[in-house]
Nanobody, 119 residues
């Protein structure tokens, strides 16, 4: 079994910064792509950014410029740095990862961490 646990969310004023972390644990042989998604109240979950094992990144247009995704392969952890936070960034942020315990990769999700940005 594999678990993803997010941390680092909270209440922050507009213009502030947060660094979210997501650590994978359990029966892990290899992790391929890891990513961050978010879901605002009343909206569908949307992609924020992804990062491959080799470090190639992909960002949603809305995340370019203020969001930075990174990972530490030795720690099975992915990070999301968010700068210049805006009230519209308020959402539950979820991480996911393509994890193999042997030869097949499965996608796992964390339970999310709440980010609330006050104006």
């Amino acid at each position: 079994q594999v678990q993803l646990v997010e941390s680092g969310g909270g209440l922050v004023q507009a213009g502030g910064s947060l660094r979210l972390s997501c650590a994978a644990s359990g029966s892990i042989f290899s992790i391929n792509t890891m990513g961050w998604y978010r879901q605002a109240p009343g909206k569908q979950r949307e992609l924020v950014a992804t990062i491959t094992r080799g470090g190639s990144t992909n960002y949603a247009d809305s995340a370019k410029g203020r969001f930075t995704i990174s990972r530490d392969n030795a720690k099975n952890t992915v990070y999301l740095q968010i700068n210049s936070l805006k009230p519209e960034d308020t959402a539950v942020y979820y991480c996911n990862a393509d994890v193999s315990s042997g030869s097949i990769y499965y996608k796992y999700w964390g339970k999310g961490t709440q980010v609330t940005v006050s104006s």
